[in-house]
């Protein structure tokens, strides 16, 4: 659910050698219009971050990815990587519901696309937050495809059966 105003889109970064991202505060690059001051701009950035840092990788998680040709490490990086994305997903939720509970003028939300996910912040509209899942915003498109996605793999189980 996009106003079409201006919209002020947070940057993200890769760290740990590619194992994780992190959102970028830094200003330089990021255009606020208007919607927060720097200052504020970097806290909330900021503060996000320290609610993710519970899903990063740890260095267990290198180890096991390096130690990758033994195929027992890898399996087991696997399972821990695919544990730490859901939580990941679930933290990131809780901090962005959290941000629009206390921002009663702006609205966070985080925008999947094919292309690329990312998060922004804009001006809260009236009809925002009585969908509560509406933070997480995906194409219509996406979720066309999802729908052909499912028929197509009923069409298919049924022919096996």
């Known amino acids: 659910m996009t106003t079409g105003g201006p919209r002020i889109v947070v940057r993200d970064r890769v760290?740990?050698?590619g194992l994780d991202?992190?959102?970028e505060y830094n200003t330089r690059n990021v255009s606020l219009?208007?919607?927060l001051a720097e200052d504020e701009y970097r806290d909330i950035v900021k503060t996000l971050n320290e609610h993710l840092k519970k899903s990063r990788p740890t260095?267990?998680?290198g180890a096991l990815l390096v130690t990758g040709p033994l195929m027992v490490p890898v399996?087991?990086?696997?399972i821990r990587h695919s544990r730490q994305r859901k939580r990941r997903r679930i933290l990131l939720k809780e901090?962005?519901?959290e941000f629009n509970d206390n921002h009663e003028l702006l609205w966070m939300q985080y925008n999947k696309r094919q292309s690329g996910s990312f998060l922004s912040i804009e001006?809260?509209?009236p009809n925002h937050g009585q969908d509560h899942t509406d933070h997480?915003?995906?194409d219509e498109s996406e979720s066309e495809c999802d729908d052909v996605v499912s028929t197509l793999r009923k069409s298919n189980d049924a022919a096996y059966v």
């Open 123 to 125: 001006k809260r509209q």
């Open 15 to 17: 760290i740990q050698g």
């Open 33 to 35: 219009h208007g919607l």
């Open 21 to 23: 991202t992190k959102f």
């Open 75 to 78: 399996a087991v990086w696997g």
């Open 59 to 61: 260095k267990l998680d």
């Open 136 to 138: 997480l915003h995906t």
């Open 95 to 97: 901090a962005i519901e």
